[in-house]
């Protein structure tokens, strides 16, 4: 069974790094994207951006390119969501998610698998 669990939230100093990690376990094949989500209050669930798990090819919303990276390490089935210079407006609930897919990660993949996401509250 597919699962991921998401480590990493909580208060953070506005100006300051976080990252969040999203341990996968009982994927069946190889080929597979991971996802970043977001979601505010009020406000609608947005991308942040995704993971290829072979090739480590990753897209970015637009928002998120410069401040935010995307790694993983496949010893550790983990993928990570650094943060830099965390804003305000960063704050959110944060998930991870992940779909198979035999091409290249792409933002309107349907995501099937998620986390039970974390809190991210910036303080200022």
């Known amino acids: 069974e597919e699962q991921l669990v998401e480590s990493g939230g909580g208060l953070v100093q506005a100006g300051g790094p976080l990252r969040l990690s999203c341990a996968t376990s009982?994927?069946?094949?190889?080929?597979?994207?991971v996802g970043w989500f977001r979601q505010a209050p009020g406000k609608e669930r947005e991308i942040v951006g995704c993971?290829?798990?072979?090739?480590?090819?990753?897209y970015y919303a637009d928002f998120a390119k410069g401040r935010f990276t995307i790694s993983s390490d496949n010893a550790k089935s983990t993928v990570y969501l650094r943060m830099e210079a965390v804003e305000p407006g960063d704050a959110a609930v944060y998930y991870c998610?992940?779909?198979?897919?035999?091409?290249?990660?792409?933002?309107?993949?349907?995501?099937?698998?998620w986390s039970q996401g974390t809190q991210v509250t910036v303080s200022s």
């Open positions: 998610a992940a779909q198979y897919v035999q091409g290249q990660c792409r933002p309107q993949l349907v995501f099937h698998y």
């Open positions: 993971i290829h798990s072979i090739d480590k090819s990753t």
């Open positions: 009982g994927f069946t094949f190889e080929s597979y994207c």
